[in-house]
């Protein structure tokens, strides 16, 4: 088992910055590939970013592809996202994830969520 707790989240004016944390306890960290989701009211579940177990390789979804920044310190068992340039359409609930799997792209490839934090971009 590993849990995850996401902080960070809270009310920013549009093209501001925002960085969520996602500390991770129990199963060894370093060993998972990890993933930030998002989902707005009314859609589905998306892709913000990922990295794997080793930070060789990130992803991020097209919508926030140049703005926003995922990493990872192994020895503080964390996952940070860094968003700047941040829009209205952004507003959401984020999620960390974690996932033994490669298909980091997709929901059902993580095992383990976070609760959410909620972003909250107001124009």
């Known amino acids: 088992q590993v849990q995850l707790v996401e902080s960070g989240g809270g009310l920013v004016q549009a093209g501001g910055s925002l960085r969520l944390s996602c500390a991770a306890s129990g199963r060894t960290f370093s060993t998972f590939n990890m993933g930030w989701f998002r989902q707005a009211p009314g859609k589905e579940r998306e892709v913000v970013a990922a990295i794997t177990w080793n930070s060789r390789s990130t992803y991020y979804g097209d919508s926030v592809k140049g703005r926003f920044s995922i990493s990872r310190d192994n020895a503080k068992n964390t996952v940070y996202l860094q968003m700047n340039s941040l829009k209205p359409e952004d507003t959401a609930i984020y999620y960390c994830?974690?996932?033994?799997?490669?298909?980091?792209?997709?929901?059902?490839?993580?095992?383990?969520w976070g609760q959410g934090t909620q972003v909250t971009v107001s124009s």
């Open positions: 994830a974690a996932t033994s799997g490669g298909r980091l792209r997709f929901p059902s490839e993580y095992n383990y």
